[in-house]
């Protein structure tokens, strides 16, 4: 907890603070109390003391008072009467001090008595020594004046008052220490109850301070438990509050927020303790990746709270298809990964693969629509794919990739060839993005002839690549690569402006070749300014547009409309489109009825059969009929032979493209071979 936590004034620490006050408040009246209990128990014990000292000091005098009476009484007159009357004084002088003190002291009745008993009380015992004192001093000075009668007075005076103490003793002169005797008694009886009481108080004192102390430690003990226990209360929600912070922080850092699998870097982590732990223990284990087919499209059309349902649905499959031992996370977008820590043989991992493809598979239900979601999964075992994770990692995403590329909701397991297969397509793409820089792809023409007079009407311009170390590689070999790693745009304007700039160039050596095809991507029909791209082209190279003719794959997604808009762009601009390698491909008829579509190229599957076949023959016959009334020009490809090229011929077609004419040549061959050999098909 924080000291900032402490001393923000809220709730609890105003409480505390109050609660502290008040403890303040009652343990300062106790300590005034208890400090005013002491204080009166020592002020008792003072006075006490000093009615003890003031009694010693009368006893003293009592003890004196009698030695000179006893001295009178043996005849010692001067002096000791002398002293007797001193000490008589004394006496007198002494008893009410210690009356004055003893008064003061509030003594107790027991006390009281020893010192006012109106018998044998100390205050009467002195008062009658003092008067025998006084009286043997009298008498002696009667004595000296008259002495017969009055030493018989004086004695029947201290006769009557010993008989008064003693109960009647008789004698004239009394024995040795008998004078002042029961005053000396009280005397010691008062000094020993008063030191009797004292320390009886001072018991009482000890007794009341431990008992003061002791309260006060407990009073003190429990206010430190009433103020402390709040904030130990609040510090320990605190410590409470923070611990679930810290969970929750530590959980939102190791999992993903939208399915609540582990994340990236927590599966990272998993799956490197789940490598060593296989090294060390000598076991197999298993990664799966799994890749949503279609996600985009779903996100697409349906909206990401769509595609958030769709990966939230997958990730509960992939939870409850899972062992304790079994792991699952999602490495980010549409792709999930399990590890498979613990395997006995390799096919378990291939049994969980395909529970997770068909639980995957089930529909999933977003706003009353169904999805069907499907993956491709690919999975790799540990050791036999890779040694360490980064090894099984690419190793379990190639097999995924090959999954991928075989279609929809494939499995597939990774094999070494995929590797082999991997670094040469990585080896491509390094080629290939240096190869259109540095001047490695020529372009080729072949030429189309018309059938009856063999005149050459166009040439459609098809790329080559002139591969440092494998020769001329015709477009099958690469195009795909170059399409992955999106160069195909890039190729369409290089080829384009190639083609373009050698029929300018062609035509200024004076042979005309007529149009020129150029194979154009959906990639580049996609571009907003394709259209101003190419009509600047012609214009720079002084080519008419209606010398061009752009050959559109029949896969083209004539669906699209940014497709048809720049198709009728060219269209409007008097370039031509032709739509390539019809008949093989799933073209929707209706997009043909389109005015812009003003080419169509017949595929060479269809040519093959020709001359075995009376239904590819009327199929053909059909197809030559059917674009001529709809006023397209057509255009058979691959034709090889002149049995084909007549067959043809007499269903109705009337361009042709083959090797039968040419091959595809470079620019400087095409004139001198395709000039020579021109064959007519009556
Ligand atoms: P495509 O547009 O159908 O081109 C015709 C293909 O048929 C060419 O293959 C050509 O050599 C081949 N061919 C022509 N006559 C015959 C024949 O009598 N018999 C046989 N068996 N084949 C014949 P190529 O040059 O290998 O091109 C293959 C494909 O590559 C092309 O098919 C085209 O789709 C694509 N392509 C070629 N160049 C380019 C280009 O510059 N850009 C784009 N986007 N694609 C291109
Ligand atoms: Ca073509
Ligand atoms: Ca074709």
Request: charged content about 20%.
């Amino acid at each position: 907890m924080s000291i900032s936590h402490l001393f923000r004034v809220s709730a609890t620490t105003r409480s505390v603070l109050g609660r502290y006050v008040v403890a303040l408040l009652i343990l300062g009246v106790l300590t005034a109390l208890s400090f005013m209990v002491v204080q009166s128990l020592i002020a008792r014990m003072e006075a006490s003391e000093d009615v003890v000292a003031q009694a010693s000091e009368l006893r003293s005098s009592v003890h004196k008072t009698m030695l000179a009476l006893d001295r009178i009484s043996m005849g010692d007159q001067a002096e000791a009467r002398k002293e007797a009357r001193f000490e008589a004084e004394g006496l007198q002088a002494g008893l009410a001090k210690l009356l004055d003190t003893f008064n003061r002291s509030e003594p107790q009745t027991e006390v009281r008595s020893i010192m006012d008993d109106p018998h044998d009380g100390l205050a009467r015992q002195v008062h009658m020594l003092v008067e025998r004192a006084k009286a043997a001093v009298a008498e002696h000075q009667e004595t000296q004046h008259a002495p017969s009668s009055h030493s018989g007075s004086a004695a029947t005076h201290t006769e009557s008052m010993n008989h008064q103490s003693h109960g009647g003793g008789g004698a004239r002169h009394l024995a040795h220490g008998a004078h002042g005797a029961p005053a000396m008694k009280a005397v010691d009886a008062l000094i020993k109850k008063l030191r009797e009481n004292a320390h009886a108080e001072q018991e009482h004192a000890a007794f009341v301070h431990n008992v003061l102390g002791v309260s006060m430690l407990v009073i003190l003990l429990i206010e430190a438990a009433i103020i402390f226990r709040p904030l130990l209360k609040r510090a320990e929600t605190e410590t409470r509050r923070a611990d679930l912070v810290t969970s929750e922080l530590e959980y939102l850092a190791a999992h993903d927020a939208l399915t609540g699998l582990l994340n990236r870097g927590q599966i990272d982590r998993v799956l490197s303790v789940a490598v060593k732990d296989a090294v060390n223990t000598n076991r197999q284990m298993g990664l799966i990746l799994l890749d949503l087919d279609g996600f985009k499209a779903v996100n697409d059309t349906l909206g990401h709270a769509a595609g958030d349902a769709v990966l939230t649905a997958v990730a509960k499959r992939i939870q409850s298809i899972l062992s304790s031992t079994n792991i699952g996370g999602r490495l980010g977008g549409d792709e999930f990964i399990v590890i498979l820590p613990n395997l006995q043989k390799e096919s378990e991992a291939e049994t969980i693969a395909m529970q997770l493809l068909s639980s995957i598979s089930e529909p999933v239900y977003f706003e009353g629509r169904e999805i069907i979601p499907d993956a491709s999964i690919g999975y790799a075992m540990f050791p036999i794919a890779g040694s360490n994770v980064a090894a099984l990692l690419s190793a379990a995403d190639l097999a995924m990739y090959n999954a991928k590329r075989s279609g929809r909701g494939r499995i597939s397991k990774f094999s070494e060839q995929m590797r082999a297969e991997s670094e040469r397509a990585r080896l491509i793409d390094n080629e290939i993005k240096s190869a259109l820089p540095s001047g490695q792809f020529e372009v080729y023409y072949q030429t189309i002839h018309e059938a009856d007079s063999g005149r050459i009407s166009a040439a459609e311009a098809l790329i080559r690549w002139h591969h440092p170390r494998r020769g001329i590689l015709t477009p099958d070999a690469f195009l795909e690569d170059l399409r992955r790693i999106g160069q195909m745009d890039a190729l369409t304007t290089f080829v384009l402006g190639e083609a373009i700039r050698q029929v300018s160039t062609w035509r200024r050596a004076g042979f005309n070749i007529g149009n020129v095809h150029v194979n154009v991507a959906e990639e580049f029909l996609l571009k907003a300014d394709a259209l101003n791209e190419l009509k600047s082209l012609l214009a720079a190279h002084g080519v008419h547009p209606s010398s061009l003719v752009l050959e559109i794959p029949e896969e083209t997604s004539l669906n699209n409309p940014a497709v048809v808009a720049t198709i009728e762009g060219f269209h409007a601009a008097g370039i031509r489109v032709a739509v390539d390698d019809f008949g093989v491909g799933s073209v929707s008829m209706h997009h043909l009825c389109k005015p812009a579509i003003a080419v169509v190229k017949i595929d060479r599957a269809l040519v093959r059969d020709i001359h075995s076949s009376s239904e590819c023959r009327a199929l053909m016959a059909s197809i030559a009929g059917m674009f001529r009334d709809m006023g397209k020009s057509v255009i058979v490809e691959g034709v090889e032979t002149r049995q084909e090229a007549e067959l043809l011929r007499a269903v109705g077609f009337e361009q042709f493209q083959g090797f039968l004419w040419a091959r595809p040549l470079p620019a400087a061959e095409v004139l001198s071979t395709a000039l020579a050999i021109q064959p007519k098909v009556a």
